[in-house]
């Protein structure tokens, strides 16, 4: 299904409190934390593309995509990467954008959209694609497993799986400078941030598998890298669509306060943080090629 919905849906508000019904036993909130129904989200894929477009780009550059080349990215969320991956391929291309919520992504730009669950719905066009790419998308799927062999499944032989996931546990701070207790609290709403995460299924460890789990998905010629910034204005307003993202989750499992989120908010806004980030752990690996079978 090719979508067309605006790329600025409205924010709808916060989520229903799954800890507000009166003496019950509270249902655990399922599904994706940072979904993309929020206009935070937005905010967020601006940020992300900042901090990570020119890393990922180089790594597609060095896999080889080029004019005429097909590309899947899975869990797009923002348009850089797809528009991106437009330019290069050009018009003798194909780059196919998916997401289980599209509605960031806009069609009609040089590239196709699908809503698409890489953990649940079948690969689209198997066998087919140079290069498939996930960042910072495997992290949030509890089935990461069964989306990693619907990648490969996409692949042609010969064509590159490039994923990027953060690795939160190898580094878990948002100051590594941990100077005062504005920078204190930042460690610790941080930490509740993850620990929102695994609640979802978030596996916070997952960057550092990934070349083992390229390994055993059948890949060949499996390498990786990782990469982090450490503080600048676009970590700080990460930061602040993140936590305004999650402001509703935080307060309803009791990991923090409201006064506390707002100093932590004004913290950011004064700039006085230097707030990092995870590393990102970009592994590739290459499908193998099919050989025709020896005679006799
Ligand atoms: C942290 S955002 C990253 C977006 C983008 N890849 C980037 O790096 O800026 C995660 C994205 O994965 C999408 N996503 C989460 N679970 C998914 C699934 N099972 N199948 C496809 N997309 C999924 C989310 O909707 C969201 O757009």
């Not at 019904?21 to 655990?28: K, L, R």
């Not at 330019?87 to 954008?97: E, I, Q």
């Not at 698409?116 to 990461?144: I, M």
């Not at 409201?258 to 806004?269: F, N, P």
């Amino acid at each position: 299904m090719v979508m067309t919905s605006s790329p600025h849906p409205p924010d709808v508000g916060g989520r229903p409190d799954p800890t507000a019904e009166p003496g019950g036993e509270s249902a655990p909130a399922r599904g994706y934390l940072l979904d993309n129904a929020r206009a935070e989200a937005g905010e967020r894929f601006v940020w992300l593309a900042e901090l990570f477009d020119g890393v990922t780009r180089a790594h597609f550059d060095r896999l080889g995509v080029r004019a005429g080349s097909r590309c899947w990215e899975v869990g797009a969320g923002g348009r850089s990467i797809p528009e991106a991956l437009a330019a290069t391929v050009g018009p003798t291309g194909h780059v196919l954008a998916t997401d289980i919520d599209p509605s960031w992504l806009e069609a009609g730009e040089g590239y196709e959209v699908r809503r698409h669950d890489v953990a649940a719905d079948p690969p689209p066009e198997p066998g087919t694609f140079d290069l498939v790419h996930a960042r910072l998308v495997l992290v949030h799927v509890p089935d990461r497993e069964r989306a990693l062999a619907t990648m490969v499944a996409a692949l042609r032989p010969g064509g590159w799986l490039l994923v990027e996931d953060a690795d939160t546990a190898l580094q878990p701070l948002a100051c590594l400078d941990d100077s005062g207790p504005a920078q204190r609290r930042a460690n610790r709403l941080r930490d509740a941030v993850r620990e929102l995460l695994a609640r979802r299924g978030a596996d916070l460890r997952y960057g550092r598998t990934l070349p083992r789990a390229l390994r055993e998905a059948g890949l060949v010629d499996v390498a990786a890298a990782g990469s982090f910034p450490v503080g600048g204005p676009a970590c700080d307003r990460l930061e602040a669509a993140t936590i305004r993202h999650v402001r509703g989750e935080l307060l309803a499992a009791g990991l923090t306060d409201d006064a506390e989120i707002d100093a932590h908010l004004a913290a950011i806004h004064a700039g006085e943080l230097d707030l990092t980030l995870a590393p990102l752990i970009s592994a590739w690996g290459r499908r193998p090629a099919e050989h025709a079978p020896t005679p006799g």
